[in-house]
C-alpha cells in the first residue's frame, strides 16, 4: 500500500492556518453584528409575552427566565381569546394601521416616481438656474435634510391651518414626500449617472424617443436603485413621528402616535407597547424580505441587459 507521495510545507499549513482564522474572525464580526442589530427585535417581540413583574425582573428568555402570557396582545385585542371579540382598541390599532400603509407607501411611491425622473434629468442634461449647475442643485436637494423638524413644524402648522390640511392623510403624504424627495433624488442620481449614455444613444438611433429609452432600457436596469430608494422611503415615513403627532389629532393619526400614547399617570405598559411596536414592525420585515429578492432579480436582469 502506497503511501501519500505530495505533503504541505510548512508555508502551505501557515497560510491555510491564517486563511482559517481570518474566516473565524469574519464570521464571529458578523455574527455578533447580527445579534447587535436584532436584539432589539427579539426583546421587543418577548416582552410583548411578558407580564408586569417579568418586565420589572428583566426576564430575557422565554420558558427559561419567564412563562410567555398574551398580556401585550390582550390589551389590543389581538390575544386568541380576544381576535373575534369586539375590541374597541383593535378598532383603533387598525384605524392606525390603515394610516400609515396608506400615507407611507403612497408618500414613497410618489416620491420614487417625482425622484426618478428628477434625478434623471440632472444625471442626463446641463441645467442653469442662477449661479448654480447640476451639482449645485443636487447638492441644495440634499442640504434640505440638514434642517431640523422642529425648525419646520410653526410654518407647516400654519400653512396647513390655512389650507385646512390638518388631521388629513392627504396633508401627511405631501409632507412625507417632501421629507424623503431628498434621499430619493441623490441615491437615484448616482444610480443614472452610473448608466452608459451609449445605451440611450443607441435606442435613439433605432427610433425611439427619450421618454422610450426612458422607459424600455433605462428604468430596467435603475430597478435596484427605485426599490432601495423606495425601501428606506418607508422606513423613514413609516417610523417618522413629530409630523405625524404635531397635524394629526384624531382622523389621520399613525401608528408610531399611538405607541407613544402608552405612557400614562400609571406609569409605561411596557406589554402594550412592545405588542404595538411588534406589529408596527412585522411589516416592514416582510416587505423587506419579499423585495430583497426583487432586488436580486432586478440586479441580475439589468446585467443581462
Given at each position: 500500500?502506497?503511501?501519500?507521495?505530495?505533503?504541505?510545507?510548512?508555508?502551505?499549513?501557515?497560510?491555510?492556518?491564517?486563511?482559517?482564522?481570518?474566516?473565524?474572525?469574519?464570521?464571529?464580526?458578523?455574527?455578533?453584528?447580527?445579534?447587535?442589530?436584532?436584539?432589539?427585535?427579539?426583546?421587543?417581540?418577548?416582552?410583548?409575552?411578558?407580564?408586569?413583574?417579568?418586565?420589572?425582573?428583566?426576564?430575557?428568555?422565554?420558558?427559561?427566565?419567564?412563562?410567555?402570557?398574551?398580556?401585550?396582545?390582550?390589551?389590543?385585542?389581538?390575544?386568541?381569546?380576544?381576535?373575534?371579540?369586539?375590541?374597541?382598541?383593535?378598532?383603533?390599532?387598525?384605524?392606525?394601521?390603515?394610516?400609515?400603509?396608506?400615507?407611507?407607501?403612497?408618500?414613497?411611491?410618489?416620491?420614487?416616481?417625482?425622484?426618478?425622473?428628477?434625478a434623471y434629468g440632472l444625471s442626463r442634461f446641463a441645467y442653469r438656474f442662477g449661479p448654480m449647475r447640476n451639482g449645485d442643485i443636487s447638492f441644495f436637494f440634499l442640504s434640505q435634510l440638514i434642517l431640523p423638524p422642529v425648525v419646520l413644524a410653526l410654518p407647516f402648522l400654519v400653512l396647513y391651518r390655512e389650507l385646512g390640511m390638518l388631521d388629513t392623510r392627504i396633508g401627511l403624504i405631501l409632507l412625507?414626500?417632501?421629507?424623503?424627495?431628498?434621499?430619493?433624488?441623490?441615491?437615484?442620481?448616482?444610480?443614472?449617472?452610473?448608466?452608459?449614455?451609449?445605451?440611450?444613444?443607441?435606442?435613439?438611433?433605432?427610433?425611439?424617443?427619450?421618454?422610450?429609452?426612458?422607459?424600455?432600457?433605462?428604468?430596467?436596469?435603475?430597478?435596484?436603485?427605485?426599490?432601495?430608494?423606495?425601501?428606506?422611503?418607508?422606513?423613514?415615513?413609516?417610523?417618522?413621528?413629530?409630523?405625524?403627532?404635531?397635524?394629526?389629532?384624531?382622523?389621520?393619526?399613525?401608528?408610531?402616535?399611538?405607541?407613544?400614547?402608552?405612557?400614562?399617570?400609571?406609569?409605561?405598559?411596557?406589554?402594550?407597547?412592545?405588542?404595538?411596536?411588534?406589529?408596527?414592525?412585522?411589516?416592514?420585515?416582510?416587505?423587506?424580505?419579499?423585495?430583497?429578492?426583487?432586488?436580486?432579480?432586478?440586479?441580475?436582469?439589468?446585467?443581462?441587459?
Amino acid at each position: 500500500m502506497s503511501g501519500q507521495i505530495f505533503h504541505d510545507g510548512e508555508a502551505d499549513l501557515a497560510h491555510r492556518a491564517k486563511w482559517w482564522t481570518g474566516r473565524a474572525l469574519i464570521y464571529g464580526a458578523l455574527a455578533l453584528w447580527a445579534f447587535i442589530c436584532l436584539f432589539p427585535i427579539f426583546w421587543t417581540l418577548t416582552t410583548s409575552f411578558k407580564t408586569a413583574p417579568d418586565v420589572m425582573k428583566g426576564n430575557i428568555l422565554p420558558w427559561w427566565d419567564f412563562r410567555p402570557a398574551w398580556l401585550g396582545w390582550r390589551s389590543l385585542g389581538l390575544s386568541p381569546e380576544t381576535i373575534l371579540e369586539e375590541s374597541t382598541v383593535r378598532e383603533e390599532f387598525l384605524k392606525r394601521f390603515v394610516n400609515s400603509l396608506i400615507t407611507s407607501v403612497s408618500a414613497s411611491v410618489l416620491a420614487v416616481i417625482l425622484g426618478s425622473l428628477a434625478a434623471y434629468g440632472l444625471s442626463r442634461f446641463a441645467y442653469r438656474f442662477g449661479p448654480m449647475r447640476n451639482g449645485d442643485i443636487s447638492f441644495f436637494f440634499l442640504s434640505q435634510l440638514i434642517l431640523p423638524p422642529v425648525v419646520l413644524a410653526l410654518p407647516f402648522l400654519v400653512l396647513y391651518r390655512e389650507l385646512g390640511m390638518l388631521d388629513t392623510r392627504i396633508g401627511l403624504i405631501l409632507l412625507y414626500t417632501l421629507t424623503v424627495l431628498p434621499i430619493v433624488i441623490w441615491i437615484m442620481r448616482d444610480q443614472f449617472a452610473a448608466i452608459p449614455t451609449e445605451l440611450e444613444e443607441a435606442a435613439l438611433m433605432d427610433g425611439l424617443s427619450i421618454w422610450g429609452a426612458f422607459a424600455t432600457i433605462i428604468l430596467p436596469i435603475a430597478l435596484p436603485g427605485m426599490v432601495a430608494a423606495l425601501i428606506l422611503s418607508l422606513v423613514l415615513t413609516w417610523n417618522e413621528y413629530f409630523f405625524a403627532a404635531l397635524l394629526t389629532s384624531t382622523h389621520a393619526n399613525t401608528l408610531p402616535v399611538m405607541v407613544a400614547s402608552q405612557t400614562g399617570s400609571q406609569g409605561i405598559s411596557w406589554w402594550s407597547m412592545a405588542a404595538l411596536s411588534a406589529a408596527s414592525i412585522a411589516p416592514l420585515i416582510l416587505v423587506g424580505i419579499l423585495l430583497e429578492r426583487f432586488i436580486i432579480r432586478g440586479m441580475a436582469a439589468g446585467a443581462v441587459k
